[in-house]
């Protein structure tokens, strides 16, 4: 059940250029898949709330990872440790675990981040798992060296070739699918996200997609998130998702 805490700051760490991991203090327990919603300031300016993939947790510590895009995010990257943030959260459904031959993380840019610690979950239920990594560049693969450790397999895709495969990392997907017999959760960039169901569909594979969209409210009420699913109903991404089966939204 989602609640609202204060959480200090226990490390705040520049990863690469525009993106940190944020390590919080707290008992805020939350499955693979799920988000917080995080207040950047103390005041209404900005008013809302800004939602963030849990990219790990444990009993006493919550991590985020989060690119700087615009104010928000602009106005956490200045906080310090020891400052306190009010959270809210665990919000949202989280990644199902399916029983499968083969299991395949897709991974684009920033979208690895709760993709952390389904991995870790996975590997921890002693599931073999294979980690599909793909970004515009080598620096875009943020933190990429504690995926390559973790997973039995990983692979990476990069679209300058300045890292692993040059080209898309659907294209490795595409190289790694066993008929049926796989499972795949990713999270990433839409067109990725379309990409991955695609194949998943004809391969005839379970498939679930972590999807973002803008957030007002993170708890069902004011509708700012919906989307259009396959059916062309609304679902609400704050609490029908971020994880749907791929074949519900595309
Ligand atoms: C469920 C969920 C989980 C998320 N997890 C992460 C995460 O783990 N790490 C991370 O870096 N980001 C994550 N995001 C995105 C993150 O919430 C936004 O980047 C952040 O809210 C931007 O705030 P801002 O004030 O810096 O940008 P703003 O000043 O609000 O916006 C800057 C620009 O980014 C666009 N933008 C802002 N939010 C979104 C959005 N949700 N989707 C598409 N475009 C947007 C705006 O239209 C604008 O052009 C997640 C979003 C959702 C919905
Ligand atoms: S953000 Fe308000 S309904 Fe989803």
Do not use: W
Not at 40 to 62: E, G, I, M, N, Q
Not at 193 to 206: F, G
């Amino acid at each position: 059940m989602a609640k609202k805490m204060l959480m200090e700051i226990l490390k705040h760490e520049k990863v690469s250029s525009n993106v940190f991991r944020l390590t919080l203090g707290g008992k805020l327990t939350a499955q693979p898949g799920q988000f917080v919603q995080v207040a950047v300031s103390k005041t209404y300016d900005p008013f809302l709330k800004r939602p963030f993939s849990v990219h790990d947790c444990s009993a006493d510590t919550l991590t985020l990872l989060y690119r700087v895009l615009g104010r928000g995010t602009g106005l956490l990257a200045g906080k310090r440790t020891g400052e306190q943030l009010e959270v809210v959260g665990p919000l949202g459904t989280a990644f199902p675990v399916e029983t499968a031959d083969r299991i395949i993380l897709v991974a684009g840019g920033i979208g690895s981040a709760p993709l952390f610690y389904l991995l870790k979950s996975l590997r921890a239920a002693g599931k073999k798992v294979t980690f599909l990594y793909g970004a515009r560049s080598k620096e875009e693969l943020i933190l990429r060296e504690q995926y390559q450790m973790l997973a039995d397999e990983y692979g990476e895709a990069t679209e300058d070739g300045s890292c692993g495969h040059h080209g898309l990392v659907t294209e490795l997907v595409a190289d790694a699918l066993d008929k049926g017999r796989t499972v795949l959760y990713a999270c990433g960039p839409e067109a990725m996200l379309r990409a991955v169901a695609e194949l998943a569909k004809a391969n005839n594979c379970s498939c679930y997609v972590s999807l973002e969209a803008h957030m007002a409210c993170g708890v069902g009420a004011c509708l700012g998130c919906v989307v259009a699913n396959a059916q062309g109903e609304y679902v609400r991404v704050c609490v029908d998702g971020p994880v749907f089966p791929a074949r519900e939204v595309f």
